[in-house]
């Protein structure tokens, strides 16, 4: 996530540095402003393929996140199965669609934007190279070219203010239901019920091998499970976040930030993964203990004396 924020800002800053010239401008040097044009199209093209394929990979995850959590799917984990679990999930995934469904209409409106200024390089083409369009038919699609930009900033802008209570509100309830927490205990009760079938050949002899061990075994299912999906979710939320402030800043309107608000909400959403990392070693210190107490010998993490040796 941090290496594709950081190309994404670079990609627009590439963007923010170039803009679509006036009528005016393209009339005095059409062919300058043409290749300028195209610079503008490829990088903007670029932004917006980005865009739909973080919003593509979000949408991908959470109907796969829906299909591990909800009694209809084909397996349900038993910790996730309680009423009020099921609803703390269901008012989670509610409150992500409605994310998903306000900047998929920034996208929408986006791509039309696109649309038109691709037709409008087009046009400039033509005109430079084969005079085939007419300079007044020029200003007709540039005016096109502003109304759908104000459009596109119209729609950012409520976008934004729709989507900054809205991830406010999913690190609220993640915090509140200890969602990923839930995740996590039941992304690894099927090792820690079975832990016979994955004891590391030390477990009796070196507590603190085993113990290491463990935890690793449960990071991994864990990090491949409902915790690590639904934690890589979030990420991607903030992400987003991160695109549409770059968009308003490109549009000039940083006026709108509502810069505090979302890192009330990350640093809300770093504190519940924590804690949810501190229960992941709590349960393997148990899981380790009754583990060495009944195969071991062993009696509160001790380890136990082998008495065959004795005399």
């Known amino acids: 996530v941090t290496r594709r924020t950081e190309e994404l800002h670079a990609m627009l800053r590439q963007v923010s540095e170039l803009s679509f010239p006036s009528a005016l401008q393209v009339e005095r040097n059409a062919a300058h402003y043409a290749k300028r044009m195209i610079k503008v199209l490829e990088a903007r093209t670029a932004m917006l393929g980005t865009y739909s394929n973080v919003s593509n990979e ?7 996140i829906r299909s591990k959590t909800r009694p ?67 200003r007709g699609l540039y005016k096109k070219v502003k109304a759908d930009e104000d459009e596109a900033h119209e729609i950012l802008a409520e976008t934004w203010d729709t989507s900054v209570p809205l991830v406010g509100s999913l690190a609220a309830q993640v915090r509140d239901t200890d969602i ?10 099927q090792l820690t019920r079975n832990v016979s079938l994955v004891a590391s050949k030390n477990a009796c002899t070196d507590q603190k091998a085993f113990l290491a061990d463990l935890e690793h075994q449960l990071f991994t299912a864990a990090a491949h499970g409902l915790w690590g999906q639904t934690l890589s979710q979030f990420k991607l939320a903030f992400l987003e976040m991160a695109m549409l402030e770059d968009r308003l800043i490109f549009g000039g309107q940083e006026e709108r930030f509502g810069r505090q608000d979302i890192d009330i909400a990350w640093n809300s959403m770093e504190e519940s993964q924590r804690e949810s990392l501190v229960s992941l070693k709590t349960i393997a210190k148990a899981t380790v203990k009754s583990y060495r107490k009944q195969h071991c010998g062993t009696h509160e993490g001790h380890i136990g004396v082998d008495r065959s040796t004795q005399m």
């Open 180 to 189: 990923l927490g839930k995740f996590l205990r039941a992304d690894v009760g």
């Open 72 to 138: 209809s799917g084909a397996v349900v984990l038993e910790e996730l199965l309680d009423e009020t679990t099921q609803n703390d999930m269901s008012q989670l995934d509610e409150t992500w669609w409605s994310m998903r469904g306000a900047i998929d209409r920034y996208l929408g409106a986006a791509e039309k934007q696109m649309t038109t200024y691709q037709h409008a390089v087009s046009a400039i083409q033509d005109y430079t190279t084969k005079c085939a369009v007419g300079f007044s038919s020029l």
């Open 58 to 64: 979000a949408k991908n995850t959470q109907h796969w």
